[in-house]
Nanobody
Framework: VQLQASGGGLVQDGGSLRISCAAS????????MGWYRQAPGKERELIAA??????NYADSVKGRFTIARDNPKNSMYLQMNNLKPEDTAVYYC?????????WGQGTQVTVSS
């Protein structure tokens, strides 16, 4: 399974951005989809997850970020609204297929104040 993330970039405080992740390879069923992020000097954290039709968000992004999936395309998205400088990080997509976790290459999101 390969994951390709795209859509990161530079945005101003309060702006919006959508990042995408396309999965390819031998995929029969995706059990879990998630977006993680890692800011400089910090550990990677799970910020949005979609599993069994349910979504979960970290408190830091709840109400501002939305995770969604496109099943026919084996893709997922993260819509990020009202972005803040503290959202600056490298964002990673991840899926679990047949009990194995796969990672995308990461995409940089920078929010300027």
């Amino acid at each position: 399974v390969q994951l390709q993330a795209s859509g990161g970039g530079l945005v101003q405080d309060g702006g919006s951005l959508r990042i995408s992740c396309a999965a390819s390879g031998r995929i029969f069923k995706i059990d879990f989809m998630g977006w993680y992020r890692q800011a400089p000097g910090k550990e990677r954290e799970l910020i949005a997850a979609l599993s069994s039709g349910s979504t979960n968000y970290a408190d830091s992004v709840k109400g501002r970020f939305t995770i969604a999936r496109d099943n026919p395309k084996n893709s997922m998205y993260l819509q990020m609204n009202n972005l803040k400088p503290e959202d600056t990080a490298v964002y990673y997509c991840s899926v679990i297929v047949s009990s194995r976790q796969y990672w995308g290459q990461g995409t940089q999101v920078t929010v300027s104040s």
